[in-house]
């Protein structure tokens, strides 16, 4: 069945430092690939996105990177802050369904 | 602009109960979301909403049901509450169209004791 894959469950990086998660979905019809941030006791907030026609998308300390011949997307956290510091849950969906199949998570802790 | 709203913010019942939650979403959307996030775990897909009709539903039993209004706003209703039905209800909205963005609110905690 549908399956997102999400490494690692926890990372804690150095203020100033990078953070990459990675995540692999199973189903290859999924052509939209959100990523949320979710922090203590809040519900998840979209931070960025990236569609099956795009490789690459940037904004500002936060991009993404998606392999559609592998079926990974990644993102990546530049010059970490300690406001970074949430549950990172990627997810992938497909047209017409609009079904969400989330990742389990990444619990990330940025160290001052 | 408001965001996805939900009501109430916890809620506690007792096995057998039933539960009721409510979600608004955002002003102009007509899709509406329900996932279920159990404590530690992921989010898990519970049921899609869009002008009124139920569209999609994950694997959760039949005791698990709701509805959109006429306004776009929603309701889950939970029957014949388990213990393991305790969990985060999340609410999320959309345009409907394929632009897929999915906005979430901030939850409802359901305790069963």
């Known amino acids: 069945g549908e399956n997102v894959e999400q490494h690692p469950s926890t990372l804690s990086v150095q203020e100033g430092d990078s953070a990459v998660i990675k995540c692999t979905y199973s189903?290859?019809?999924?052509?939209?690939f959100p990523w949320y941030k979710q922090e203590l006791g809040k519900g998840p907030q979209l931070i960025i996105d990236i569609r099956s026609n795009v490789g690459e998308k940037k904004d500002q300390r936060i991009a993404v990177t998606l392999n559609k011949t592998a079926k990974h997307f990644s993102l990546h956290i530049t010059e970490t802050q300690p406001e970074d510091s949430a549950v990172y849950f990627c997810a992938a969906s497909t047209s017409g369904t609009y079904k969400y199949i989330f990742g389990t998570g990444t619990r990330l802790k940025v160290l001052a | 602009e408001a965001g996805v709203t939900q009501s109430p913010t916890h809620l506690i019942k007792t096995r057998g109960q039933q539960a009721t939650l409510r979600c608004s979403p955002i002003?102009?959307?007509?899709?509406v979301y329900w996932y279920q996030q159990a404590l530690g775990l992921g989010l898990q897909f519970l049921l899609w909403y869009d002008e009124g009709e139920e569209r999609n539903r994950g694997n959760f039993p039949p005791r698990f049901s709701g509805r959109q209004f006429p306004n776009y706003s929603s309701e889950l209703n939970v029957n014949a509450l388990e213990l393991e039905d305790s969990a985060l209800y999340l609410c999320?909205?959309?345009?409907?169209?394929?632009?897929?963005?999915?906005?979430f609110g901030p939850g409802t905690r359901l305790t069963v004791t």
């Open positions: 002003s102009g959307h007509t899709s």
């Open positions: 189903d290859s019809a999924s052509n939209y």
């Open positions: 999320a909205s959309s345009l409907g169209d394929s632009s897929h963005e999915q906005y």
